[in-house]
């Protein structure tokens, strides 16, 4: 049924669109990607089943100790492998790149010695609970993560525009010397958005493990991998772009599969991201770069 696929599809893409954030925040502020952000997510995801299969923790706890375990990693990411950049000066754009590649490649590797190869269940007392709304089966699940999804969204957006610590981040992305000049730090500035970011992520990776009722320590890479398409689809460093770019990419990916053929889900659905690229380079929301020279 149609529209049970539609639900299906915009929790996808609720979860989605909170991955993204993460890198959206990350790009506006330091301009870079931050190919670390899905094994954060993966991590995040397994201190939520650690605590929700393992102790049974309560829902909340379960959310607050992926959100800390996620931000002390994004701290600790910042610390150790952008901020030595920084203050060596290094302005080779593939620098702080290569280098979140790096972080990517050891955190997977941890993971694995720490938690072992394969699925790991992610069990919470919502697995199971659901209603029927007009013929349409409705898990329980499905509209936690909906309403955490946009909470987070609507929480970053109003952080970012209407607080004065999100105009010291706004100004820092758009000009960091500048920003300084006028008293803002800036090393503090950057360490509360890769924290803030990691977080978000954290809490990508409990939803995640809601969704699909266990988490892996492969799980990081494709996670990431469309996260970063999406951010691009939307338009690099929109926040209303990465929301937009998660639905769509979630709803894509569920009808195909429906519709269509699972196995293309994946590959249909970044098809689809690059006609609308073709057309649209800077992405839904994204400002085009002669425009922003003018």
């Not at 972080?103 to 938690?115: M, P, Q």
């Not at 007009?134 to 525009?161: C, F, H, P, R």
């Not at 689809?272 to 003018?294: E, K, N, S």
């Amino acid at each position: 049924m149609l529209a049970q696929q539609l639900i299906n599809g915009i929790t996808l893409g609720g979860i989605y669109a909170v991955v993204a954030l993460g890198y959206t925040m990350v790009f506006g502020v330091l301009d870079i990607i931050n190919m670390a952000h899905g094994e954060v997510v993966m991590f995040g995801a397994f201190a939520g089943m650690l605590l929700a299969s393992g102790l049974g923790a309560p829902l909340w706890a379960v959310f607050a100790g992926a959100v800390i375990a996620a931000g002390a990693l994004g701290y600790l990411l910042e610390l150790l492998s952008l901020r030595p950049l920084r203050r060596r000066r290094v302005t080779a754009k593939l620098a702080p790149l290569i280098s979140t590649i790096g972080v990517s490649i050891l955190l997977e590797n941890v993971a694995l010695k720490l938690f072992g190869p394969g699925n790991h269940p992610f069990k919470t007392p919502l697995s199971d609970m659901k209603f029927s709304l007009a013929g349409v089966d409705i898990y329980l699940v499905q509209m936690v993560i909906l309403g955490i999804s946009l909470m987070l969204a609507a929480a970053l957006y109003l952080w970012l525009y209407r607080t004065k610590e999100g105009l010291s981040l706004r100004a820092v992305a758009e000009d960091s010397e500048i920003a300084s000049i006028l008293g803002v730090n800036i090393d503090r500035a950057i360490t509360i958005t890769v924290v803030t970011a990691s977080m978000a992520g954290g809490a990508a990776g409990v939803l995640i493990g809601m969704a699909y009722s266990n988490v892996s320590t492969q799980m990081g890479v494709s996670i990431g991998l469309k996260g970063l398409a999406i951010i691009i689809f939307g338009g690099m460093g929109s926040v209303g772009g990465a929301v937009a770019g998660g639905l769509i990419l979630g709803l894509a990916e569920t009808l195909i599969a429906a519709y269509w053929d699972s196995g293309y889900r994946d590959a249909a659905a970044f098809f689809i991201i690059t006609l609308v690229l073709l057309v649209r380079p800077q992405g839904l929301f994204g400002r085009d770069a002669a425009a922003m020279r003018h």
